[in-house]
């Protein structure tokens, strides 16, 4: 059976896309003491502990859709799911699915060995019209939804407004930085949720929370800064969009 596919016409180039047009979008990350996500060489990059993973969890537990670049889940291989029963019940109680979709973004090709494909997950593909072509007939993912490009990859302003169609309210991004990168130019970062870990990683080719071409210090996007919480050796540190913002 081939799985759904779908086009989607291209918006304006350089259009953002305004926020109720879109899903509220919270990123959550750990990072090195020198802002990096993992190490240069696309190993798995996720050190934090176990509290940066239950706090993971809450998040993912919070949204309706997990987006993660192609890059992450080849590096990583799984998706982080809720597990917790209470969290699953709680998501049953507000009328929500066990789990949320989990969206992977990539024009290029992943394994289908991979263990992401084996997770009692429901799972959609934004790609472009030749990877929904390469998906068509295969079953790994639920819906592979065609986005239009633009040089830099994927046209965000296009796929998140089809993600807010599709009746995505909130989505936790859980990067990496590339992706981070592009929805930072797009000024759709709504929540910032970062771990900072007691690492140094140093590399210029290690990813960071937001890569890519990245904003002049005088357009750089303000957060406000909502909490800080220590646990052990890590602080857990949560802003959100400024109300300066526009
Ligand atoms: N510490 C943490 O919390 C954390 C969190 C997440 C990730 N990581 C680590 O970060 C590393 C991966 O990060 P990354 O920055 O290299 O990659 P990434 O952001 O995960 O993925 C980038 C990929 O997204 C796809 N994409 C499609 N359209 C795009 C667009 N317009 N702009 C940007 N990307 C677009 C492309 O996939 P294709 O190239 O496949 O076409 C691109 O290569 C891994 O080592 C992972 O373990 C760490």
Redesign the pocket.
């Given at each position: 059976m081939a799985i759904p596919v779908e086009s989607a016409s291209s918006s304006p180039l350089g259009v953002g896309v305004a926020p109720r047009d879109r899903p509220h979008l919270t990123v959550v990350?750990?990072?090195s003491l020198d802002g990096k996500?993992?190490d240069g060489t696309?190993?798995?990059?996720?050190?934090?502990s176990r509290a940066d993973r239950a706090a993971l969890e809450s998040h993912v537990a919070a949204a309706d859709g997990v987006l993660?670049?192609?890059?992450?889940l080849r590096?990583?291989g799984t998706a982080m799911r809720v597990i917790d029963p209470a969290k699953i019940q709680s998501r049953r109680d507000r009328g929500l699915p066990p789990q949320p979709v989990q969206i992977i973004?990539?024009?290029?090709d992943l394994d289908g060995a991979l263990p992401f494909f084996q997770q009692p997950v429901p799972r959609w593909l934004l790609t472009d019209e030749a990877g929904v072509d390469r998906w068509r007939d295969r079953r790994e993912f639920d819906q592979a939804i065609a986005i239009p490009t633009t040089a830099?990859?994927?046209d965000?302003t296009c796929a998140l407004s089809i993600l807010r169609q599709r009746g995505l309210e909130r989505i936790a991004v859980?990067?990496?930085?590339?992706?981070?990168?592009?929805l930072l130019l797009l000024d759709a970062i709504d929540e910032l949720h970062l771990t900072l870990c007691p690492l140094l990683i140093g590399g210029d080719r290690a990813?960071t929370a937001a890569?890519?071409p990245g904003l002049p210090l005088a357009a750089a996007r303000r957060l406000d800064l909502v909490s800080v919480q220590q646990i052990d050796e890590e602080v857990f540190l949560s802003y959100r969009r400024s109300r300066n913002s526009p």
């Open positions: 990350v750990a990072t996500l993992a696309g190993a798995r990059g996720r050190f934090g993660m670049g192609g890059a992450t590096a990583e973004a990539t024009q290029g830099a990859g994927l965000w859980l990067g990496g930085g590339r992706l981070i990168g592009a990813p890569d890519g």
